[in-house]
């Protein structure tokens, strides 16, 4: 098939073309899909996006109009797909459910283990030929509360490690998971999360129901000097409210990988250019607080997975064969 694959980096160029091997033609276009850039679709069999592509309903239409049949995801989510329009031109949306948990939990694991023992800071005072410690104490991650709110898969990966640790874990989820029930994990109601959490890491998605989940109300019911870590979905968390939480040292350690507001700002490099979020701006004063540009997922594994996942959805399509790929259908 001819697939025009949008959002490219050179990393998706190297992953989609070592698994697919010429099987299908893949043209790169480093553009987001949008408005604006849809009619490159034209000529194309299929479009392959990403999380900032947007697949509205004008955009559909465009694609619908250049004869695209497929729309194939290379990730999870699909929020950002209008799947009625795309139901009713009859495209087929597809998507990668789940690539690597391990990657996400680690890397909820690495920032809290770097806001822990000041490894950021740690790092730039050695390279200044200062070995002063002061400023630097952490504390030992054994015998500590750690709150897990979604034990999905990355939950799951997370409390296995974090029990590795020595860690008492706690966690919250409207449907528990029964691999988690067989762990050392105790399920328990948010309130009792908020109360003893000494570090608490968000892997639910983002819904209605959990927006803002972090929020004034939520802070103020949690330790003294508590850790949280975001590496799910920025709007989890009210970053007014947190930042407040961060002044008064109610928020003692903060760990992002996502931010409300990073549609704008991640994935590209805009060192050359002025930071208006002034939000951002001030989160970035805190030095206990370390953001990363939605990278958890970024291993070569978990590359290779989404590649591989992705080019068999795509065969698969094309093989008339949609009981064995990755559909996603409206309600
Ligand atoms: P999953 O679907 O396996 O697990 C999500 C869990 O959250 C489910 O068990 C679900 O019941 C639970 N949940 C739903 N509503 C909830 C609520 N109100 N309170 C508590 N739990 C609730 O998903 P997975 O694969 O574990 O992914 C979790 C999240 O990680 C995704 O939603 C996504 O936002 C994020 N993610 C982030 C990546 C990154 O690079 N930073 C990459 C991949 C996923």
């Given at each position: 098939?001819?697939?025009?694959?949008?959002?490219?980096?050179?990393?998706?160029?190297?992953?989609?073309?070592?698994?697919?091997?010429?099987?299908?033609?893949?043209?790169?276009?480093?553009?987001?899909?949008?408005?604006?850039?849809?009619?490159?679709?034209?000529?194309?069999?299929?479009?392959?996006?990403?999380?900032?592509?947007?697949?509205?309903?004008?955009?559909?239409?465009?694609?619908?109009?250049?004869?695209?049949k497929?729309?194939?995801?290379?990730?999870?989510?699909?929020?950002?797909?209008?799947?009625?329009?795309?139901?009713?031109?009859?495209?087929?949306?597809?998507?990668?459910?789940?690539?690597?948990?391990?990657?996400?939990?680690?890397?909820?694991?690495?920032?809290?283990?770097?806001?822990?023992?000041?490894?950021?800071?740690?790092?730039?005072r050695?390279?200044?030929?200062?070995?002063s410690?002061?400023?630097?104490?952490?504390?030992?991650?054994?015998?500590?509360?750690?709150?897990?709110?979604?034990?999905?898969?990355?939950?799951?990966?997370?409390?296995?490690?974090?029990?590795?640790?020595?860690?008492?874990?706690?966690?919250?989820?409207?449907?528990?998971?029964?691999?988690?029930?067989q762990?050392?994990?105790?399920?328990v109601?948010?309130?009792?999360?908020?109360?003893?959490?000494?570090?608490?890491?968000?892997?639910?998605?983002?819904?209605?129901?959990?927006?803002?989940?972090?929020?004034s109300?939520?802070?103020?019911?949690?330790?003294q000097?508590?850790?949280?870590?975001?590496?799910?979905?920025?709007?989890?968390?009210?970053?007014?409210?947190?930042?407040?939480a961060?002044?008064?040292?109610?928020?003692?350690?903060?760990?992002?990988?996502?931010?409300?507001?990073?549609?704008?700002?991640?994935?590209?490099?805009?060192?050359?250019k002025?930071?208006?979020?002034?939000?951002?701006?001030?989160?970035?004063?805190?030095?206990?607080?370390?953001?990363?540009?939605?990278?958890?997922?970024?291993?070569?594994?978990?590359?290779?997975?989404?590649?591989?996942?992705?080019?068999?959805?795509?065969?698969?399509?094309?093989?008339?064969?949609?009981?064995?790929?990755?559909?996603?259908?409206?309600?």
């Open positions: 098939m001819k697939v025009a694959v949008f959002s490219s980096k050179p990393y998706d160029q190297a992953h989609l073309n070592a698994i697919n091997n010429g099987q299908h033609e893949l043209t790169f276009f480093e553009p987001h899909l949008d408005e604006q850039t849809a009619a490159l679709s034209q000529g194309f069999d299929a479009v392959c996006c990403f999380v900032n592509d947007t697949l509205s309903a004008p955009v559909i239409d465009t694609l619908a109009a250049n004869n695209v497929l729309i194939a995801m290379r990730c999870a989510g699909f929020n950002n797909v209008d799947l009625t329009q795309s139901e009713q031109h009859g495209i087929t949306v597809t998507r990668v459910p789940e690539y690597s948990p391990y990657a996400v939990a680690e890397h909820a694991v690495a920032l809290s283990l770097c806001l822990n023992r000041n490894l950021h800071r740690a790092h730039n050695v390279r200044e030929n200062d070995y410690l002061h400023g630097l104490l952490g504390f030992d991650m054994h015998g500590k509360t750690v709150g897990v709110i979604g034990t999905g898969k990355i939950g799951l990966a997370f409390i296995r490690i974090m029990l590795g640790f020595g860690c008492k874990v706690i966690c919250h989820d409207p449907f528990p998971n029964p691999e988690v029930e762990t050392d994990a105790r399920y109601p948010l309130e009792q999360i908020w109360a003893e959490s000494d570090i608490l890491s968000l892997h639910c998605p983002l819904l209605p129901s959990t927006r803002h989940i972090i929020n109300n939520s802070l103020h019911q949690m330790k000097g508590v850790m949280l870590i975001n590496t799910s979905r920025g709007a989890l968390i009210d970053t007014r409210a947190v930042i407040d961060l002044k008064t040292g109610k928020v003692g350690y903060l760990g992002l990988d996502v931010y409300e507001e990073e549609a704008d700002l991640f994935f590209e490099d805009n060192s050359n002025i930071l208006y979020d002034d939000t951002f701006a001030r989160l970035q004063t805190f030095n206990n607080v370390m953001i990363t540009g939605h990278q958890a997922f970024f291993t070569e594994e978990a590359l290779s997975a989404i590649a591989d996942v992705t080019i068999k959805n795509i065969s698969g399509f094309e093989a008339n064969d949609l009981e064995t790929i990755c559909v996603v259908k409206a309600n």
